[in-house]
């Protein structure tokens, strides 16, 4: 290679010494090798003048500087013709038909046919030939089978007797089984979805229904009954298998997290007893205000557990709130009614008024104009936006004292509550009380509709305190009940007794006994056969 002295980093000549060092080599004028000349049109000279374009275009300019200029918005222009170009071959969603795993042709499937049980019943119409012969007669009736055992299913508003008929059991045994198993449960206690097991027999005629063999299924959580034949063509007899069943409450603790409803999950406790826990717990404090991470929640719900494995969960029985160790809520559910109390002995339900319906209000009470009669005039009440036929609920607990057509308000109910205070809910589609009748805080009373002076579906409600109007936002109802004397002691002494459960312990599985291990144990082939027969 040659370097002359004007390729030097500086523009200077090199020193002397670099020259003429051992390492330099001098090359004579006619030694210098000149660039092979290219064509114009040559592939090489094309390519190195498309490649100075390129390096000199921005394609992807940095959208994070010079926002506003020319080169920022090419580089925006740039940005959505991508992104249209990539969204215009956005692969489909249609599902790919895969290709077979093998290749199956017509001899593949004759021979698949061959082996068929109806080609060779017909005599192998396809596949390998196998004609009938002289020996082959058909068959004058197909056999049964001795027995016919199933699985069925009590469905809702279904019968024991149509449920019976529907799985083969003769009119004679379904009115005997009706009589057996009424004289040991109601039959309308029995609970949809209860799976009984059936038997039936070899039939005595052609076209006769089979006869019951047997009958078993779970009557109650603590009661499971059999009918059978315990001799060969004797009578229907019920047996009564009684199952030991523990009601020890199930109580879970644990320590609220990012959500109560979660921790109480993650706890193990059904999701129904968390919902009723959170429903209890928000009549007394504010679920999002006053529930901290680091409390701790504690609540008990009735529990079974029978022998045999099965669990129920009940209602529930209390709910309480810890903070530092210290109790801040403490109920337990007391009385015929099922209120809870808390540890002082008093009941009381907070949070005021229910709204009649869910919805927005869309009028308030005051004056404006009314919308049909076309002037100002007072609104002496709140108006609830609602759909046609939505329930309306009674805000508490109260009698009705009228229930009919009225006036302008069209079918309305008017209802009387403690403390002098009235109220009416008006414009109603359908009327669910009578005059008379004493409704609970949350009992329908009507639906919602558009008689009277109405424009459309909704609900005027209003409120008096004496005869005279008030405004139903305004007012706010508590509800309380003390407990005094034997009952607030027996109360005070049952909450001292729930409390002493232990967290879990009703989990445990319920040891077995000797007898029901015993019964479990399967039983031989040679003990199902009976004693030999005299001659």
């Known amino acids: 290679m040659y370097r002359s002295p004007a390729d030097t980093d500086d523009g200077q000549a090199l020193p002397a010494s670099s020259a003429q060092g051992p390492h330099a080599a001098a090359l004579a004028h006619d030694q210098i090798l000149a660039d092979e000349p290219r064509a114009a049109t040559s592939w090489t000279t ?86 009938a012969t002289t020996l082959a007669a058909p068959l004058a009736a197909a056999p049964e089978r001795p027995t016919l055992e199933l699985v069925t299913t009590l469905a809702r508003g279904d019968s024991l ?43 005595t005629a052609p076209g006769a229904p089979r006869p019951l063999e ?5 009557a109650r959580f603590d009661l499971a009954l059999e009918i059978g034949r315990f001799t060969q063509g004797a009578d229907l007899a019920l047996t009564k298998k009684a199952i030991r069943v523990d009601e020890t409450p199930l109580r879970i603790r644990g320590t609220v997290g990012d959500s109560l409803y ?51 969960a009940g209602q529930l029985l209390y709910a309480g709130l810890e903070r530092d160790d210290t109790p801040r809520v403490q109920l337990m559910r007391w009385g015929e009614d099922g209120e809870f109390y808390e540890a002082s002995g008093v009941g009381e339900q907070r949070g005021g008024l229910m709204a009649p319906v869910p919805g927005r209000t869309t009028s308030a009470f005051g004056m404006r104009r009314h919308p049909i009669l076309g002037y100002r005039r007072m609104h002496a009440g709140l108006d609830f936006k609602a759909r046609h036929g939505t329930p309306i609920v009674a805000v508490t607990d109260g009698r009705v004292t009228g229930a009919g057509r009225m006036g302008g308000c069209g079918n309305a109910v008017r209802l009387r509550h403690d403390g002098g205070i009235d109220t009416r809910y008006c414009h109603m589609s359908r009327i669910a009380v009578n005059r008379g009748q004493a409704v609970r805080r949350g009992q329908v009373i009507g639906y919602v509709g558009s008689t009277g002076l109405s424009t459309g579906p909704h609900l005027h409600y209003e409120m008096y305190r004496g005869g005279r109007a008030i405004d139903p ?41 000797a007898a029901e291990v015993a019964a479990q144990e399967p039983i031989r082939e040679i003990d199902k056969l009976g004693p030999p027969k005299k001659g």
């Open 46 to 131: 094309v390519r190195d003048r498309l490649s100075v374009r390129l390096a000199g275009l921005d394609l992807a300019p940095d959208l994070g500087s010079d926002i506003g200029s020319r080169r920022w918005v090419r580089g925006v222009g740039t940005f959505v013709g991508l992104t249209a170009v990539a969204l215009a071959f956005w692969p489909s969603f249609a599902p790919l038909e895969a290709a077979p795993s093998a290749h199956v042709d017509d001899a593949v499937r004759d021979e698949y046919r061959s082996q068929m049980i109806l080609p060779l019943a017909l005599g192998a119409d396809s596949g390998r030939r196998m004609g």
């Open 161 to 203: 007797e149509r449920m019976l008929r529907r799985a083969g059991v003769g009119r004679d045994d379904t009115a005997r089984v009706a009589q057996l198993v009424g004289g040991a449960v109601p039959l309308e206690e029995i609970q949809p979805g209860t799976t009984f097991g059936i038997t039936l027999g070899r039939r």
């Open 214 to 218: 047997a009958l078993d299924f779970r």
């Open 262 to 312: 979660r921790s109480a999950r993650a706890a193990g406790a059904p999701a129904s007893a968390v919902q009723s826990y959170l429903k209890t717990l928000g009549q007394y404090v504010n679920l999002d205000r006053d529930i901290r991470a680091g409390d701790t929640f504690d609540f008990i719900v009735a529990h079974r557990r029978a022998a045999t494995g099965d669990r129920q």
């Open 473 to 513: 936002a305004s007012v706010q109802y508590v509800t309380r009940a003390q407990l005094a004397g034997a009952d607030l002691r027996r109360f005070r002494e049952a909450l001292a007794r729930i409390k002493t459960v232990e967290p879990g312990a009703a989990l445990a599985a319920l040891e077995q006994t």
